[in-house]
């Protein structure tokens, strides 16, 4: 049986990962738009 400390850490390592990788995709999607009028 895994104590508080090890399950909070499973559970939060997945939602950690997609917060990174929404806010990286959200980044791109704002540099990007900067550019849209350029080309």
Do not use: D, R
């Not at 990174?20 to 080309?39: D, G, H, N, R, Y």
């Amino acid at each position: 049986m895994l104590n508080p400390e090890e399950k909070e850490s499973v559970i939060g390592a997945p939602a950690y990962w997609s917060g990174v990788f929404a806010m990286t995709l959200c980044v791109f999607a704002l540099i990007a738009s900067e550019f849209m009028p350029v080309s």
